[in-house]
């Protein structure tokens, strides 16, 4: 059986990253990560240049069926 969370993430780099990102922090307390569906992405502009790379996501995870 899956669960699916949602998670906002940002990064300097790339949306690629930023989902990295996600996941990275959603493994600290998650286990058994499947998969992440970028749901939105976004960008923060200054002086017309991207600062930063935004997304929402679903990261879907087994859950544990030991209980």
């Known amino acids: 059986m899956?669960?699916?969370i949602e998670?906002?993430?940002d990064?300097?780099?790339s949306?690629?990253?930023a989902a990295a990102v996600a996941v990275k922090n959603a493994s600290k307390t998650v286990r058994g990560i499947r998969?992440?569906?970028?749901k939105e992405m976004s960008a923060e502009v200054e002086k017309n240049k991207?600062?930063?790379?935004?997304?929402n996501a679903k990261?879907?995870?087994e859950l544990d069926s030991k209980r």
Do not use: G, M, N, P
């Open 59 to 61: 990261i879907s995870f």
């Open 50 to 55: 991207i600062v930063s790379y935004r997304i």
């Open 35 to 38: 998969s992440i569906y970028i």
């Open 2 to 4: 899956l669960k699916v």
């Open 7 to 9: 998670v906002l993430a």
């Open 11 to 13: 990064s300097t780099q």
């Open 15 to 17: 949306w690629e990253d």
